[in-house]
């Protein structure tokens, strides 16, 4: 995973909570490949992101999958705002979501070559609720559930996501998401 996506979960913790929640959770992460200091461009093993995600979670007794969700939502705005090229002002939520493969995650895999992306395949079902299934060795299906969250407050709208472990050994590697439009 991407030093980026780290150095941005230590900012949210550090704006979300305190400095000193941010020191906890990575001294109790015992030793990290990079000592607490990730460079952007480069790859770390996406299970810190677990580990830290898991000491976030018992510093602050949030459940692990509400924590990757709240970081999921922060994350989208920072990204939004530093990739603005690839959001265009005609865009709905739904077309946005439904080109995310073809269009975000592409142009991200073209600045990092080595990310790791989840797949998505979309069933719409009418205006207000569309269908994703979620596609990820990496189960971090409440982090997207996060980062749909996040869209939905970029695009002015709310939405409630329901989700269903699909996956055979109900791993969290097949998530079928259903977003429904509130407002
Ligand atoms: C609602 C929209 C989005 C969803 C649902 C989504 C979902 C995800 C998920 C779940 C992951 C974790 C990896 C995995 O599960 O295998 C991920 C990784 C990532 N996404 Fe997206 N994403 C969205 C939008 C974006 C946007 C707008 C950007 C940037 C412009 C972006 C850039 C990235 C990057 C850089 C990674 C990490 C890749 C790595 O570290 O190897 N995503 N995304």
Redesign the pocket.
């Known amino acids: ?2 030093g ?2 780290f150095s941005h979960l230590l900012t949210f913790v550090e704006k979300e909570y305190d400095k000193e929640t941010q020191q906890k959770m990575l001294e109790n992460a015992g030793r990290l490949s990079a000592d607490g200091t990730y460079a952007e461009g480069e ?1 770390y093993p ?1 299970e810190e992101i677990f580990q830290l995600a898991g000491n976030l979670s018992t510093i602050t007794n949030v459940s692990m999958a509400k924590t990757f969700e709240h970081f ?1 939502e922060y994350l ?1 705005i920072q ?2 705002r ?2 603005s090229q ?1 959001f265009s002002p005609d865009e709905t939520l739904f077309g ?2 439904q080109k ?1 493969e073809d269009h ?2 592409i ?2 895999r073209k600045k ?1 070559p ?5 797949g ?1 395949e979309f069933e719409p079902i009418d205006e207000n609720n569309l269908k ?1 299934i ?1 596609k ?6 409440d ?3 996060g ?2 969250k ?2 939905a407050i970029w695009f002015n709208r709310k939405v409630f996501v329901g989700k269903k472990d699909i996956s055979k050994d109900l791993d969290g590697t097949r998530v079928e998401l259903h977003v429904r439009l509130l407002w």
């Open positions: 995973m991407k980026l996506i790859s996406y999921g989208f990204l939004a530093a990739f690839f946005f979501l995310l975000i995650h142009e991200v990092y080595d990310a790791n992306l989840p998505f994703m979620y990820s060795e990496r189960a971090m299906s982090f997207g559930i980062m749909i996040g869209a």
